[in-house]
């Protein structure tokens, strides 16, 4: 049986970490992609961030 690591990356932090476990374990990846396009950098990561996790909203994503 073939481990899968599932991940999600906005900066590239968990990403590198999925990486680094693959190398480790052998296991594949499956980065998932937001449809959506978020911003990651400045005030408006954190406001459109914040406004998510008020509304409660979930990240749809592509794999």
Known sequence: MKDLIV??????NTAYVADKIKEKTGADLLRLVPKKVYPDK????FFWGGKSAVMAEKLATEA
Request: aromatic content about 30%.
């Open 7 to 12: 991940y999600y990356s906005l900066e590239g």
């Open 42 to 45: 400045g005030f408006a990561k």
